[in-house]
C-alpha cells in the first residue's frame, strides 16, 4: 500500500497551488479519503475529505477556498487550494480512515 503526496511548495499569500495523492495497493475506488495538516508546534487536523462515490466536507477554516477531489480512474485524490493564507502554511497528509494508511506528507509553505 502506498499513498504518495505531491504538489506542496512556496507560495505568496493569496496564491494558489493543487495538491496530489497518488494511491495504490488498494480498492481506491471503494474507500472513502481525507486530508490533513500539520503546522510547527501543532496538533494534525482534518482539512477535508470525499467519499467514495465524490460527497465532500471541509473543516470552517478552509471552506471556500479549498476544493477536495478525486479521480477513481487514477487512483488519485486532489486538494486544489486557493487563496492561501499564512495560516496554512503545514505539512499536508492524504489518509484512509478506515485502513488507516497514510502518505509521507508534501510541505506547503505560505510566506512573501
Known amino acids: 500500500v502506498q499513498l504518495v503526496e505531491s504538489g506542496g511548495g512556496l507560495v505568496q499569500p493569496g496564491g494558489s497551488l493543487r495538491l496530489s495523492c497518488e494511491a495504490s495497493?488498494?480498492?481506491?475506488?471503494?474507500?472513502?479519503m481525507r486530508w490533513h495538516r500539520q503546522a510547527p508546534g501543532k496538533e494534525r487536523e482534518l482539512v477535508a475529505s470525499i467519499s467514495y462515490d465524490g460527497n465532500s466536507n471541509y473543516a470552517d477554516s478552509v471552506k471556500g477556498r479549498f476544493t477536495i477531489s478525486r479521480d477513481n480512474a487514477k487512483n488519485t485524490m486532489y486538494l486544489q487550494m486557493k487563496n492561501l493564507k499564512p495560516e496554512d502554511t503545514a505539512v499536508y497528509y492524504c489518509?484512509?480512515?478506515?485502513?488507516?494508511?497514510w502518505g509521507q506528507g508534501t510541505q506547503v509553505t505560505v510566506s512573501l
Open positions: 495497493g488498494f480498492a481506491f475506488n471503494s474507500f472513502n
Open positions: 489518509n484512509v480512515p478506515t485502513l488507516d494508511y
